[in-house]
């Protein structure tokens, strides 16, 4: 899995360069972000609407509302571990006459 790119493909103008100035395209001037430029919570609150990185999928994802974005992140973070805890629950059993 690769945090950044190995070349930079705009997903806007499909603009390909190897080195990202200012975090943006050098040719349409769009906002692209990756991980490792850390924009703190304040910052993608102010901007809104960017252009992300995903390294699982290795594509630019389009973040139409950061908050919007970030509330379903954080509900789908934790249906994940709702679900981790049943199956973990459910694992267990009840306790052994050995315990006692």
Not at 14 to 29: L, N, T
Not at 65 to 85: G, M, N, S, V, Y
Request: net charge positive; proline share 7%; aromatic share 12%.
């Amino acid at each position: 899995m690769r945090w950044r790119p190995r070349r930079y493909q705009c997903p806007k103008c499909r603009w390909d360069f190897a080195v990202r100035k200012k975090r943006c395209c050098p040719g349409c001037g769009t906002l692209l972000l990756i991980a490792s430029d850390n924009p703190t919570d304040a910052e993608l609150t102010e901007l809104k609407s960017f252009w992300m990185w995903e390294p699982v999928q290795e594509r630019w994802d389009y973040i139409r509302d950061w908050e919007e974005h970030k509330r379903k992140a954080i509900e789908q973070h934790a249906q994940l571990w709702r679900t981790a805890l049943v199956k973990a629950e459910e694992k267990s059993g009840p306790p052994t006459r050995w315990i006692q």
